[in-house]
């Protein structure tokens, strides 16, 4: 990653940042999963057949060019899945540790008045 000094041990960093929020994510997916007493063979499955982690360079392209007005999922739409997601899980007393997270920031943004934007908008001023 070039001479810059530290630039190395920043990008180091940013890919563990990455690994650690994959992992919350699948323990969050996990939790989803037991609270709706679906089977954990059933999430390799689906990602055997789907590797979400595939479209991370297009999903990094769309968040670096700010372009948040053409939703493919609204973030008001994606807040009400958050919400059913947190509410089976609570039903069964199972704790996410990702999505609680990301769903305050959905609603930070849906008070903002962007709850028509796409949902990605949450990365915005990290941007």
Known sequence: FGEEEGK??????????????MTAGLSDALGLAKALNIDSADIAS???SWNPGAGAPARLDKL???????PSWELNM???????MMD????????????????AAMDN????????ADWSIIAKDNV
């Open 8 to 21: 190395a041990a920043g990008i180091k960093l940013i890919g563990n940042l990455f690994l650690i929020a």
């Open 64 to 70: 670096r060019k700010g372009d948040f007005g053409n």
């Open 109 to 116: 943004w849906i008070a903002k008045g962007q709850g028509s």
């Open 78 to 84: 994606a807040r009400k899945d958050a919400g059913l």
């Open 88 to 103: 089976a899980a609570n039903e069964q007393d199972v704790k996410l540790t990702v999505l609680p997270a990301v769903a």
């Open 46 to 48: 689906l990602f055997a």
